[in-house]
T-cell receptor
Framework: GNSVTQMEGPVTLSEEAFLTINCTYTATGYPSLFWYVQYPGEGLQLLLKATKADDKGSNKGFEATYRKETTSFHLEKGSVQVSDSAVYFCALGGGTSYGKLTFGQGTILTVHP | GAVVSQHPSRVICKSGTSVKIECRSL??????MFWYRQFPKKSLMLMATSNEGSKATYEQGVEKDKFLINHASLTLSTLTVTSAHPEDSSFYIC??????????????FGSGTRLTVV
């Protein structure tokens, strides 16, 4: 079945540091890949997505590239801000699991001034 | 953009009572909605897929008689936690898929409901 594995957190960075959160997946078919962000006490917001191999999703300075050869979708940001502190979830959907999202375990990011 | 409204955001109930959580798509139609449960510092676990006009599809290990799902219209799905117990305390999140967007773009999440059973 489908699965998503994220790097374990928590991740603690200083403001303006470079961020990488690793995500790898296993899936059947050709899934779409997503990064969601969850702020404390809130639901999930879509951060970015990629629908096919070599696609790059980007939003708010974050980006991730759909790498089929390494089955990865690592999240990166060149300069993080305190307001980026949240939980980040990698997810896959579509393919043969049409309609369902499979989530990674989430990575807590804390950015200090 | 697509908005999903989930209500209530927080609820505290006594053990043995039932609690209903609503999930509404405000500006789009959603044939399919999803209910997730999130444990503290854990990922989201899909509980069930709610299909308008038909029975929900439950994931393995989820008690359908415990977690009743009704999807009576294209904009509303409800999750009722029946005879709630403290172990049902959790964060429940719904997601709706915009019929016009398809699976690739259409996942919009509600803001979640924090259920505490005392």
């Amino acid at each position: 079945g489908n699965s998503v594995t994220q790097m374990e957190g928590p991740v603690t960075l200083s403001e303006e540091a470079f961020l990488t959160i690793n995500c790898t997946y296993t899936a059947t078919g050709y899934p779409s890949l997503f990064w969601y962000v969850q702020y404390p006490g809130e639901g999930l917001q879509l951060l970015l997505k990629a629908t096919k191999a070599d696609d790059k999703g980007s939003n708010k300075g974050f980006e991730a590239t759909y790498r089929k050869e390494t089955t990865s979708f690592h999240l990166e940001k060149g300069s993080v801000q305190v307001s980026d502190s949240a939980v980040y979830f990698c997810a896959l959907g579509g393919g043969t699991s049409y309609g369902k999202l499979t989530f990674g375990q989430g990575t807590i990011l804390t950015v200090h001034p | 953009g697509a908005v999903v409204s989930q209500h209530p955001s927080r609820v505290i109930c006594k053990s043995g009572t039932s609690v209903k959580i609503e999930c509404r798509s405000l500006d789009f139609q959603a044939t399919t909605m999803f209910w997730y449960r999130q444990f503290p510092k854990k990922s989201l676990m899909l509980m069930a897929t709610s299909n308008e006009g038909s029975k929900a599809t439950y994931e393995q290990g989820v008690e359908k008689d415990k977690f009743l799902i009704n999807h009576a219209s294209l904009t509303l799905s409800t999750l009722t936690v029946t005879s709630a117990h403290p172990e049902d305390s959790s964060f429940y999140i719904c997601s709706a898929r915009d019929n016009s967007q398809g699976a690739i773009n259409g996942y919009t999440f509600g803001s979640g409901t924090r259920l505490t059973v005392v």
